[in-house]
Nanobody, 128 residues
């Protein structure tokens, strides 16, 4: 069974950077869509970026393009999210997600319900 474990969250000052990592364990995957979402208290879970495991094709929420960079390392079985020029509005719990398996419908990468495996989340707090 595939499991996702996030790390790299923490406290950072506005303007700083963080790099989140998501380790994929339990099975060697060859095809999946991996995504990063975030959720602030009292708000919906919001799409940030996604990447296809096999080809490394990337997709970003328009509002996140430029400051956030998603990548994957097949050898290390990890997916990373580089976050630059952070602001207090970026404070949230960040989640790694995987769309892994056989589905009847095509992926809608920006929607949380397209993903069937989730990590436990890692907290990011940006101070002003």
């Amino acid at each position: 069974q595939v499991q996702l474990i996030e790390s790299g969250g923490g406290l950072v000052q506005a303007g700083g950077s963080l790099r989140l990592s998501c380790v994929v364990s339990g099975r060697t995957i060859t095809s999946a869509t991996m995504g990063w979402f975030r959720q602030a208290p009292g708000k919906d879970r919001v799409f940030i970026a996604a990447i296809t495991w096999s080809k490394g094709e990337t997709y970003y929420a328009d509002s996140k393009r430029g400051r956030f960079t998603i990548s994957r390392d097949k050898e290390k079985n990890t997916v990373a999210l580089q976050m630059d020029n952070l602001t207090p509005e970026d404070s949230a719990t960040y989640y790694c997600a995987a769309r892994y398996g056989i589905f009847r419908t095509p992926p809608r990468r920006e929607f949380a319900d397209s993903y069937n495996i989730w990590g436990q989340g890692t907290q990011v707090t940006v101070s002003s």
